[in-house]
């Protein structure tokens, strides 16, 4: 789809440092916002959830329940 509502990322800034990772976040979330894209993204990037996110949602990896959500101004508080 050449317009899509929701654009699905896994591991999007894999391989990347994390300045690279934080600025293809903030691209990918600008581009996003201009097209009025959402975004679900999949990452253990911190920087790159931080640059990209408005809603965070983190999971127990063994379980899969909810730990904790946040908008992307808490996480950000909360990583530093």
Known sequence: ALDP????LEH?????SAEE????GADIRAIARRRG???VAATLDEAFAR???DRILRWQPATGQLAEQGT???FRRMLG
Request: hydrophobic share 70%; glycine share 14%.
């Open 5 to 8: 509502h929701v654009l699905i």
């Open 37 to 39: 894209t959402a975004i």
């Open 21 to 24: 990772g934080a600025a293809l």
């Open 72 to 74: 992307g101004r808490w």
């Open 12 to 16: 999007a800034s894999a391989g990347l």
């Open 51 to 53: 640059a990209v996110a």
